[in-house]
């Protein structure tokens, strides 16, 4: 059960998420469906609050920018420096694509991609929360279906 929880947890942080939590799932000694169930459960969870937690978070990062606290200053540029990093990096995937660019760049396994970055492209390009929730549950279920097999070495299905 400890397993299962941290692989659950781990697919709550950003840049591991799901599809790299399965990896983790497969190096604590999970079975295939422990694992999938764990990063199904995160991606759902991520999901469904990215689309309303982000623009809480933009907010603060914007006050704490303009704020007389040094390191917390500095923090918060970098977050929003980062912010619009990802803003052109994937606009081209959304304009080009909508919905289906929005699930792609989530969907692909790489760093900078993912659930997190895909909701906050979603919250910055304006995206309707309703259609940012279903991309980034399909992208982040695609990525799965992509490292779930690498990380156990044959399909679990088979």
Do not use: K
């Not at 959304?94 to 396994?109: I, K, M, N, R």
């Amino acid at each position: 059960m400890q397993a299962f929880l941290y692989v659950f947890a781990l697919s709550l942080l950003p840049t591991v998420e799901g599809r790299y939590a399965v990896l983790a799932g497969r190096l604590l000694g999970l079975n295939w469906a422990e694992t999938l169930t764990a990063a199904i459960g995160g991606v759902i969870l991520l999901g469904v609050t990215l689309p309303w937690l982000l623009p809480l978070v933009d907010l603060v990062a914007h006050r704490m920018a303009e704020s007389q606290h040094g390191i917390l200053s500095r923090a918060a540029r970098a977050y929003l420096g980062y912010v619009e990093s990802l803003r052109r990096r994937s606009r081209r995937y959304v304009e080009s694509y909508g919905l289906l660019g929005l699930t792609l760049f989530v969907a692909l396994p790489l760093p900078g991609t993912g659930e997190w970055s895909g909701a906050l492209a979603a919250y910055l390009l304006g995206i309707d929360r309703r259609l940012s929730m279903l991309a980034l549950m399909l992208g982040g279920l695609a990525s799965i279906s992509i490292t779930l097999p690498l990380s156990y070495g044959t399909p679990p299905w088979r």
